[in-house]
């Protein structure tokens, strides 16, 4: 599939988002080690936060599996591949099934190399984790900037996301056009977004969990995986998923 033909695949509202422009990003999937949660948790970091309008996620397990239309964006448009570890499947899986990553970043290197302490926890990230998703954010964005010729300033890196005055939820731009749901709830006084939410309570509610202490603790991880929740905040974002958790629920039981 030439560019052309894969362009028109792209819903007429990504097409005028610019898609030219972005710089494709994937991140490691891999859970059995704490740097592998460091890689997505800063890829969402510079997706959502500092490099929104740069960024478009590509989605690894779907790339091996032969989606075309990441394939074609990764051969024709810069990509950062960022891995947990030195297997570094996604830039290995990048230069094999599309072209060789513009950039590649690796976590444990950049930890080894920073002097800090080892990532721990796979779902709930120590202060070590952490430090390493904003390193691992900081130069993430600074080679986006790189690959698409922009100066780095020291405000963009945290310039955020223009909420949208037309709707409750967007689209995070995924080059393979599906796009993701965001979410946008309001915690303590702010409004934040937040990804999948709608995804991750309808595969909650189909499964049978309910509202019980140990599902609403359960869902509150799983969300915790695809956001970047600071650990000062938690209880706030807690209650407010917790709260949109309910009316999900209330909604898909009605008649």
């Known amino acids: 599939m030439n560019y052309s033909e894969w362009l028109k695949t792209i819903p007429a509202s990504l097409r005028e988002d610019s898609l030219c422009n972005k710089v494709g990003i994937i991140a490691c999937s891999g859970e059995e080690l704490a740097e592998g949660t ?18 478009v996620t590509l989605c690894l397990p779907l790339f091996l599996a032969g989606g075309a239309g990441d394939r074609a964006f990764a051969r024709l448009h810069p990509t950062i591949t960022v891995d947990g570890c030195d297997r570094r499947c996604a830039a290995r899986a990048t230069e094999k099934y599309s072209n060789k990553p513009a950039a590649s970043l690796v976590v444990s290197e950049l930890v080894s190399q920073a002097g800090l302490e080892k990532p721990a926890g796979r779902r709930r990230l120590n202060v070590a984790g952490q430090q390493a998703v904003a390193l691992t954010a900081e130069r993430l964005a600074r080679l986006v900037d790189d690959a698409l010729g922009k100066e780095t300033s020291i405000n963009s890196a945290s310039e955020g996301v223009a909420l949208r005055p037309d709707g409750e939820q967007r689209e995070a731009t995924c080059s393979c056009g599906s796009g993701v749901a965001v979410t946008k709830v309001a915690i303590n006084g702010q409004i934040v977004e937040l990804v999948a939410l709608p995804l991750i309570f309808r595969h909650f509610q189909q499964t049978g969990r309910g509202q019980d202490e140990e599902s609403s603790r359960d869902l509150f991880e799983t969300v ?29 039981n009605k008649p």
């Open 224 to 252: 915790k995986i695809y956001n970047s929740i600071p650990a000062e905040g938690e209880a706030g974002y807690r209650e407010a998923v917790l709260r949109e958790y309910a009316a999900f629920c209330q909604e898909e």
């Open 38 to 55: 460091v890689a997505r948790l800063a890829a969402l970091k510079v997706l959502n936060e500092s490099r929104p309008r740069d960024t």
